[in-house]
């Protein structure tokens, strides 16, 4: 049993407007509430499209919840001439505590490189937040057999030259591009040979203390009835959960996977 608390980390994509997200932070709530959600038991964020931020915060602040809540990118600079751009500073003023970069939708359709998720996770690390660095393979990359190295790549790349203490404080969530949005969930054993691959790497390359402290997600299609099996896994700490986490019922029921 490791010391690390589980997170169930929700992100909602480009979905919801700020009624409906609204809606679904006060579904959530009250979901989590009824049941007695013991928070030290699994940390709960949702990550919602910049334009809900200030709903969700104003939510969360007037009913104190201890729901956290991050955003899906941040720009690399501080201010200026970088339009449709978000800031770390403008996003702490919002309250938002975990920063996603890296998902394969923006590697994909953005282009965005491991030297720039990096830099992204940097960024956010340095502005007080959480970075929640994305990696995974893409569905040929499983078929030749090369998931793991591709993977450790990725992090290697975007982590190179940081300090054991800093990578402490990041979440990596490993998804499996060909198991995102489509019904496809890698096994848990698929799961935890690269979560576990993770963890030995960043024991090679920072330290015991550092790959005992890091938190590795899950994340493509996770549901409440795989979430329990998967959490059951050495190496899996949580799930970053896209799909499932637009209803307050069963994002509240995956967060309760250790009841
Ligand atoms: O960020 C979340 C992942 O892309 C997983 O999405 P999904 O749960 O809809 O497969």
Request: proline fraction near 2%; include cysteine; aromatic fraction near 6%.
């Amino acid at each position: 049993m490791s010391n690390r608390t589980p997170l169930m980390a929700g992100n909602w994509k480009m979905n919801l407007d700020h009624l409906e997200a609204n809606h679904l932070i006060q579904g959530l709530a009250m979901e989590l509430k009824d049941h007695d959600h013991d928070y030290s038991k699994c940390e709960v964020v949702v990550i919602p499209p910049f334009t809900d931020l200030r709903t969700v915060q104003t939510v969360v602040e007037a009913d104190s919840l201890s729901i956290k809540y991050g955003a899906q990118d941040v720009s690399i600079h501080d201010n200026g001439a970088y339009t449709g751009e978000i800031s770390t500073a403008m996003l702490d003023k919002l309250g938002v505590t975990h920063v996603v970069m890296g998902h394969s939708e923006r590697r994909e359709y953005h282009g965005e490189s491991d030297e720039l998720v990096g830099a992204k996770a940097r960024k956010a690390l340095d502005a007080g937040m959480t970075p929640i660095l994305c990696c995974g393979e893409a569905l040929e990359v499983r078929k030749a057999g090369t998931h793991v190295e591709f993977v450790l790549g990725q992090i290697r790349a975007a982590l190179a030259g940081w300090a054991a203490e800093d990578v402490a404080k990041i979440v990596i969530a490993y998804e499996p591009i060909w198991a995102i949005g489509t019904g496809e969930t890698a096994t848990a054993a698929d799961a935890q040979e690269v979560c576990s691959a993770i963890r030995e790497a960043l024991r090679a390359d920072f330290g015991e203390e550092t790959a005992e402290a890091t938190r590795i997600l899950y994340g493509g299609s996770a549901k409440p009835d795989n979430i329990k099996e998967l959490m059951a896994q050495a190496d899996v700490d949580g799930a970053l959960i896209g799909g499932a986490s637009l209803k307050a019922e069963s994002f509240a029921a995956m967060a309760r996977f250790y009841a």
